[in-house]
């Protein structure tokens, strides 16, 4: 027969695990806070169309201002095609600055236009943190292509190599900075060579 000893020394096993007894579980429950995280999805449309503006500095003319459209079909999530028409209006060259000579073109002949298309490629897809807050998706892509430039009362072929970075304000509207450099050959002063024409943009496109 069990003593009130033999009792007494069996419960206090059970509560501190003396000799190996068995512990008394006990329920215990985190105090972890869980964030409860949004993510925006883009629209499955795969068009888009972008108007930009922003400077050009066309070889031997000078800067001047640059407008653009542009109409994309966006083929991948990584790879898109896109039509362009950019204008811009060349200054006056070093030559005819200071020797006050006779322009050697007409006002006419200085406007500069492009048009034509390219192909791009996302390079660099990824988030921009503007707050600790929100976060926006945004991408790095480079692109190629070849068109027509018409300036100088000449139309003649032209390249295009450049950069861009999207940043995606909401699903459907973004704004885009573009880096260009339009490359042809010309004649203008008398000999023939290279046009390297470089020119930044900033706008914004829509998605439909």
């Given at each position: ?13 059970m509560v501190v695990g003396v000799n190996n007894a068995p512990v008394q579980a006990q329920e215990v429950t985190p105090d ?138 909401t699903d459907w509207f973004a704004t885009e900075l573009t880096v260009t450099d339009y490359i042809f050959e010309t004649t ?21």
């Amino acid at each position: 027969m069990e003593t009130w000893f033999q009792r007494i020394f069996l419960a206090s096993c059970m509560v501190v695990g003396v000799n190996n007894a068995p512990v008394q579980a006990q329920e215990v429950t985190p105090d972890i806070k869980q964030n409860v995280i949004n993510e925006n999805k883009l629209d499955s449309e795969n068009w888009s169309l972008a108007l930009s503006g922003g400077a050009i500095s066309i070889e031997d003319f000078g800067n001047s201002g640059l407008l653009k459209a542009q109409l994309t079909y966006h083929i991948t999530e990584d790879w898109y095609l896109g039509a362009e028409l950019a204008m811009a209006k060349a200054g006056l060259t070093s030559f005819e600055q200071l020797s006050g000579a006779a322009p050697l073109l007409t006002d006419s002949q200085r406007e500069w236009q492009f048009y034509g298309a390219q192909l791009g490629y996302m390079l660099l897809p990824g988030q921009a943190y503007l707050t600790e807050n929100y976060a926006y998706n945004s991408g790095l892509s480079v692109f190629m292509g070849a068109g027509n430039v018409s300036f100088a009362g000449d139309d003649v072929f032209a390249m295009q190599l450049g950069s861009q970075y999207r940043l995606f304000i909401t699903d459907w509207f973004a704004t885009e900075l573009t880096v260009t450099d339009y490359i042809f050959e010309t004649t203008i002063l008398a000999q023939t060579k290279t046009s390297h024409n470089l020119a930044v943009s900033l706008g914004f496109s829509v998605y439909f």
